[in-house]
C-alpha cells in the first residue's frame, strides 16, 4: 500500500523572505520518493491568498465581457501589452460568490445576481499557492449599472471589452489573448454551449444525410 503524501513530506524549515503585497516563503523539506529514498529539496511558495474569476456572457447577442488592464508581470517578461483577461480578484475575506460579484461589477459594472460556480484550479502550482475558483453567469445590457474600471486607489485602470464568443475565441488564436483563467473559461463556454441561442421549440434540429 503507497504511504500518503502526508507521511512523505517532512518539513525542516520555513523561511519568509517577504510579506508585502503577498507573502513569499521558502521550505526546506525531505520528500521520500517512490523508490523509498529521502531527499532534500528546497521550495519558495508565493501565497496571495486565494481567488475567483468570472465570465459573463450573453446567450442571445453570442458575446462575452472582458477587461484589459495592465499586468508588471507580463510586462516584465517581453508582453508590452496589456492583458485581456475575465474579471477577478484576490476572496481577501469573502467567500468566492461574494468576491467575484463585487470585482465583476467594480471592474466592469456589471451586477450580476446567481453566478455559476464550475470548477476550481491552482493555475501555476509549481510556486503559486492559490486556488482560483471559476464562475460563468448570464448577463444582459440592463446589468450594467455602472461605468466599471476598478479601482483607482488600488492602481486599476480598466477598459471593458464586449467581443461575441467567437471573435475572443479568435483573439486566444492570434496571441492577443493569452490569460489562462480567460482562455480556459472562453473554452468552457464553446463546449458548453452557453452562448447558442436555444432551439425554437417549433424547430427540428439539422441532421445530415
Request: a negative charge; charged letters at 30%.
Amino acid at each position: 500500500m503507497s504511504r500518503s503524501i502526508h507521511d512523505r513530506v517532512r518539513i525542516r524549515q520555513v523561511q519568509v523572505l517577504s510579506d508585502d503585497w503577498s507573502v513569499l516563503k521558502k521550505t526546506t523539506l525531505d520528500y521520500q520518493r517512490k523508490d523509498g529514498t529521502w531527499q532534500t529539496l528546497a521550495r519558495e511558495t508565493y501565497d496571495r491568498g486565494n481567488g475567483a474569476v468570472m465570465l459573463l456572457y450573453n446567450r442571445q447577442a453570442g458575446t462575452v465581457v472582458l477587461t484589459r488592464q495592465f499586468r508588471l508581470p507580463a510586462y516584465v517578461n517581453g508582453h508590452p501589452e496589456p492583458l485581456i483577461e475575465a474579471p477577478a480578484g484576490r476572496l481577501d475575506s469573502h467567500d468566492p460568490e461574494t468576491c467575484i460579484r463585487k470585482e465583476t461589477e467594480e471592474e466592469t459594472g456589471y451586477r450580476v445576481g446567481r453566478p455559476r460556480r464550475i470548477l476550481d484550479a491552482f493555475m501555476s502550482p509549481g510556486s503559486v499557492t492559490e486556488r482560483l475558483a471559476f464562475f460563468v453567469a448570464e448577463y444582459e445590457p440592463s446589468d450594467r449599472v455602472a461605468a466599471g474600471g476598478g479601482d483607482a486607489s488600488e492602481g486599476e485602470d480598466i477598459e471593458v471589452l464586449e467581443p461575441t464568443l467567437d471573435e475572443a475565441l479568435a483573439m486566444v488564436d492570434r496571441g492577443e489573448i493569452i490569460d489562462a483563467k480567460t482562455i480556459l473559461l472562453l473554452q468552457y463556454a464553446k463546449l458548453r454551449g452557453l452562448v447558442e441561442p436555444p432551439l425554437d421549440p417549433g424547430r427540428q434540429p439539422d441532421r445530415q444525410a
